[in-house]
């Protein structure tokens, strides 16, 4: 396979980058979910993507980067935490969240004056981004308020041919979103968890994160309190409670599934085991298509074992809750709640 560089894309990304250019969508693979991307300078091609995920207009997007220096064409102040966290954690998982430049379109920022960057470490999204050498916003590839894509079928499945180009990059290594810090109040603020845990955070800077503010109360579309969800209802368990959830919901009369990496013994056959792996990040990898295949096998409920809310067992929950309909896990431990860092003096 020819290989795709900056100097040399293969045609496949030459192509999808002629796409970006002419307005298009190009749907891409990045390691924690597939994006719907689009120029982020051409606001009617950013429009395109809220229409084809039929996602409110005034919820903003991340703008997509191929290295951290490009960050100051669309931030107008990046303060010495970003740099850190740039070196720290991209390309990868984390977004940040700074304060925008003037000309970066309000389609794009929500009408916001801050702008979501993040430098994704995969590398058909690092081909693409070289290649394109600007910045491509791109949510999660899914229809509003659906499930996040982790493969190319799963982008197909939920935006078909609203999409001009699908560019295939196998499953995704991450699986759940990327963590988003907020750096533009001139402290840090963890508006959600993700694949970068607090404890990585608090590690790359050199100080714990201070837990004792408020939730966030960004407004934003991940932030929904219906988000991540399948068409199943997602009742959360404990591994003591989910054994009698499951037999009342039988008895209901229900399809029920079993989300866990363990099915108790002696668990009835009519039963769906959506078994996930023993590791976290085996989970995250999986999460989304194990709520998926609900909906293929026509599940009526989902009852789903809620791990442990410490390191990335946070942002797995923070999903389920969201899936389960009941928002943000912020409630949970203290040390993982509202994470608030200094910027210093
Ligand atoms: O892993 C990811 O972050 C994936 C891949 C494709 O990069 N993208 C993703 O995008 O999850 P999306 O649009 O599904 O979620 C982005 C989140 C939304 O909750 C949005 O509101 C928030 O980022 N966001 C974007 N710009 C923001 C801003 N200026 N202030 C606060 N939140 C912002
Ligand atoms: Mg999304």
């Not at 229409?51 to 669309?74: F, Y």
């Not at 010495?80 to 990868?92: N, R, V």
């Not at 196998?170 to 968890?193: H, K, N, Y």
Request: net charge negative; hydrophobic share 45%.
């Amino acid at each position: 396979m020819p290989r795709a560089t900056a100097a040399s894309p293969t045609p496949e990304v030459a192509d999808a980058v002629r796409c970006l250019r002419a307005g298009g969508l190009v749907a891409f693979p990045t390691e924690t979910v597939y994006g719907l991307g689009a120029n982020a300078r051409d606001p009617r091609a950013v429009a395109r993507i809220f229409a084809a995920k039929g996602r409110p207009a005034d919820h903003p997007l991340i703008v997509h980067v191929a290295e951290a220096a490009q960050i100051r064409d669309w931030a107008a102040e990046v303060p010495a935490l970003a740099w850190q966290l740039a070196e720290a954690f991209w390309p990868g998982p984390l977004t940040l969240i700074l304060r925008r430049r003037p000309e970066v379109p309000d389609a794009v920022t929500g009408g916001l004056d801050t702008v979501a960057l993040r430098v994704p470490a995969h590398p058909l999204a690092q081909a693409l981004l070289s290649a394109f050498g600007d910045g491509v916003a791109a949510p999660s590839a899914n229809r509003y308020g659906r499930v996040s894509p982790t493969c190319a079928a799963h982008v197909h499945e939920e935006l078909g041919t609203a999409v001009d180009r699908l560019l295939d990059g196998g499953p995704c290594a991450v699986g759940i979103e990327s963590t988003i810090v907020d750096l533009s109040q001139g402290s840090l603020r963890l508006l959600r968890p993700g694949a970068v845990t607090a404890a990585q955070l608090a590690d790359a800077l050199g100080q714990p994160l201070d837990a004792s503010t408020s939730a966030p109360a960004t407004r934003a579309p991940g932030s929904d309190a219906s988000h991540y969800a399948p068409a199943a209802r997602v009742l959360l368990a404990s591994t003591d409670t989910a054994e009698a959830l499951v037999r009342q919901r039988l008895a209901q009369g229900e399809r029920v599934g079993l989300l866990a990496s363990a099915a108790p013994p002696g668990l009835p056959e009519t039963v769906h085991c959506l078994t996930l792996p023993e590791s976290d990040d085996g989970q995250a990898r999986e999460l989304y298509a194990r709520l998926r295949e609900a909906d293929h096998r026509d599940l009526t409920t989902v009852v789903a074992v809620l791990p442990p809310a410490t390191g990335l067992g946070l942002a797995l929950a923070d999903r389920l809750r969201r899936a389960a309909g009941l928002g943000q896990s912020f409630d949970a431990p203290p040390d993982s709640s509202a994470l608030e860092l200094s910027d210093g003096p």
